[in-house]
């Protein structure tokens, strides 16, 4: 029996612990078939991005057709498209490809390295935005589009409004970088949640937002709506994140196996 099939659009981490990586480890976790189509290598490891490589826009639309046009998708997630001629391309892509579309609007690296040129980020609001089923921002990627500075848990609620008027159907607010719990606020401008998980002390935490996005991809590629799909992924990361391991001599990976371990 064919397992759902999902598509990650995105950039590869040699480290393992975010990017391309992370994404196929948790839709194999999750049973779903993962997909890839790369969109650029980094050269990476625990301290942090050491060179970016972008591939080839010809490229980059020759591997999305391949898995589009013959085996299919149920679901698509996007994560580093790098600069305005990748996110536009992925964009016309998907914008007739009917499945859901989960769009994590990648900015920076962990450690804070630019992975989106800034004037890419212009395209994604405009274009890619609107194709999304779930924008998953973090704080920082919220200040990046809109351009409001979310520091309390009552600001993440105009954070998601400015960033549900770009375009996407449901925006998940990443609340992870705020002190206290960890709290992510859903929305689609008339319901809205918030899904609250303890914060645990915990430094390895590399290819957290990778794989809440891959998550939510894979639920809803199984047949979810938005807001069961984004509860069974914050449940999955939030045990990722108590198992995140020491890797290197800088900051380890979530562990993406903590379910066999």
Known sequence: MTPPRVLTIAGSDSGG????QADLKTM??????????LTAVTAQNSL?????WELPADAVRAQIRAVVD?????????GMLSSSRIVSLVAAELAGVG???VVDPVGVSKHGDPLLASEAVETVRTLLLPVATVATPNLDEVKLLTGIDVRTE?????GARAVLALGPRWVLVKGGHLRGDAVD????????????????????THGTGCTLASAVAAFLAGGMEVPD?????????TGAVIAGFPLGSGIGPVDHGWRWR
């Open 17 to 20: 612990g975010a990017g391309i």
């Open 28 to 37: 194999l976790v999750l049973g779903v078939h993962g997909m890839s189509a």
């Open 48 to 52: 942090g991005v050491q060179g970016v």
């Open 70 to 78: 013959d085996i299919g998708v149920d679901a698509v997630k996007t």
């Open 99 to 101: 499945v859901p579309v």
């Open 154 to 158: 009552d600001g993440m609620h105009d």
């Open 185 to 204: 606020l859903l929305t689609d401008g008339r319901e809205t949640l918030l899904f609250r998980a303890s914060r645990y002390d915990n430094r390895h």
């Open 229 to 237: 799909a984004v509860r069974a992924a914050k449940e999955y990361v």
